[in-house]
């Protein structure tokens, strides 16, 4: 398929350009709290990002929603590539997902004027990112450090019957065994590591999703709850 070979191609040559200049991040971690929420595919980052939204006025954005939409706008350059990455369970390059984030971001903070809203301010969950180490690394030099990262955990056996049930109504191209198999596989190989970096600067809650949808949801407002205590 050498048309996304050419796009993979001219997405890293982007990020090479960019490398070379020092940037700083677009937000400033003082006025914007960005929580980035992780797991396995189907864990449950969407159901309870949701809840969470309701607590504390957050701007959820998913990752792969915001790729969902690219691949579906008209005139996007990104559509086939994105497809097929979604397809194959394979990670999209990186500047593609960071703009996309980024510019939704600065939309968020420029129409919302809610509390906590005000002057720039603003708060996110960034939902199923970063993905990659890459993706990780861009972000907090372009666009913003995280204050914390929730971590949802439960076993492939939970995850993949969740993601059939979801499939059955979805209309996801990614909700079939096969597809999800690669998506195990691409969770442990490339996102893990993200996590376990993470991890060890401290900046980790880890949160069993295998019981119910309030359970989890408790346990993840206490976690949210103290990091916004903290940034404040
Ligand atoms: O999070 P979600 O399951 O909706 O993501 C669907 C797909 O979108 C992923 O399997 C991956 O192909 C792509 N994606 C990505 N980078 C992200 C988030 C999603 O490449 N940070
Ligand atoms: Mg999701």
């Given at each position: 398929?050498?048309a996304?070979?050419?796009?993979?191609?001219?997405?890293?040559?982007?990020?090479?350009?960019?490398?070379?200049?020092?940037s700083?991040?677009?937000f400033?971690?003082?006025?914007?709290?960005?929580?980035?929420?992780?797991?396995?595919?189907?864990?449950?980052?969407?159901?309870?990002?949701?809840?969470?939204?309701?607590?504390?006025?957050?701007?959820?954005?998913s990752?792969g929603?915001l790729l969902?939409?690219e691949?579906?706008r008209?005139?996007?350059?990104?559509?086939?590539?994105?497809?097929?990455?979604?397809?194959?369970?394979?990670?999209?390059?990186?500047?593609v997902?960071?703009?996309?984030?980024?510019?939704?971001?600065k939309?968020?903070?420029?129409?919302?004027?809610?509390?906590?809203?005000e002057?720039?301010?603003?708060?996110?969950?960034?939902?199923?990112?970063?993905?990659?180490?890459?993706?990780?690394?861009?972000f907090?030099?372009?666009?913003?450090k995280?204050?914390?990262?929730?971590?949802?955990?439960?076993?492939?056996?939970?995850?993949l019957?969740?993601?059939?049930?979801?499939?059955?109504?979805?209309?996801?191209e990614?909700d079939?065994v096969?597809?999800?198999?690669?998506?195990?596989?691409?969770?442990?190989?490339?996102?893990?590591?993200?996590?376990?970096?993470?991890e060890?600067l401290?900046?980790?809650?880890?949160?069993?999703?295998?019981?119910?949808?309030?359970?989890?949801?408790?346990?993840?407002?206490?976690?949210?709850?103290k990091?916004?205590?903290?940034s404040?």
């Amino acid at each position: 398929m050498p048309a996304v070979i050419d796009k993979i191609a001219e997405a890293l040559h982007l990020h090479k350009n960019r490398s070379t200049v020092a940037s700083t991040p677009a937000f400033d971690e003082k006025k914007v709290t960005v929580i980035f929420v992780l797991g396995g595919p189907g864990a449950g980052k969407g159901t309870q990002c949701a809840r969470l939204v309701q607590d504390h006025d957050f701007c959820h954005l998913s990752a792969g929603d915001l790729l969902r939409a690219e691949q579906h706008r008209e005139g996007s350059e990104y559509g086939q590539l994105i497809q097929t990455c979604i397809k194959e369970g394979t990670i999209v390059p990186m500047e593609v997902t960071v703009k996309l984030l980024e510019k939704a971001m600065k939309a968020a903070i420029a129409e919302k004027n809610s509390e906590g809203w005000e002057d720039g301010r603003g708060r996110f969950l960034i939902d199923g990112f970063p993905r990659k180490m890459d993706q990780a690394e861009m972000f907090e030099q372009e666009v913003c450090k995280p204050s914390m990262v929730l971590f949802f955990t439960t076993t492939e056996e939970v995850m993949l019957e969740r993601l059939l049930e979801r499939g059955k109504t979805s209309g996801r191209e990614d909700d079939n065994v096969e597809s999800i198999k690669k998506r195990f596989r691409t969770y442990k190989e490339q996102t893990m590591p993200v996590i376990e970096q993470y991890e060890k600067l401290g900046k980790v809650a880890e949160i069993d999703s295998s019981v119910t949808i309030e359970e989890v949801h408790e346990k993840a407002k206490v976690a949210v709850q103290k990091s916004l205590a903290r940034s404040n």
